[in-house]
């Protein structure tokens, strides 16, 4: 996935049953919850927001849904200037 500086990523799965625990990790460390890093859960569809994107936060980012695991890589473009 490529997204632009400034921009927001927003990274989604859908996991059941609904109440299966979903972990967000960047280069396999657990996200928390920020104002960064928005994490939310309708029934069975996950979502992570990364919000204000710079380029450091190109990374591998993974659902981990216990144990079941997605990943992909973000990579983030410079603004055209």
């Known amino acids: 996935m490529v997204s632009e500086e400034g921009k927001e ?17 960047r ?11 928005v994490i939310s859960q309708k029934d069975t569809n996950h979502s992570l ?9 190109a990374a591998e980012i993974t659902a981990n849904a216990e144990g079941v695991e997605s990943t992909v890589n973000l990579r983030v473009r410079g603004r055209r200037r």
């Not at 280069?27 to 890093?37: F, M, P, R, V």
Request: glycine content about 0%; proline content about 3%.
């Open 49 to 57: 927001t990364i919000t204000d994107l710079t380029l450091e936060d």
């Open 9 to 25: 990523a927003v990274f989604k799965c859908t996991v059941s049953p609904s109440d299966a625990v979903v972990t967000w990790l």
């Open 27 to 37: 280069n396999d460390i657990k996200i928390e919850a920020s104002k960064k890093y």
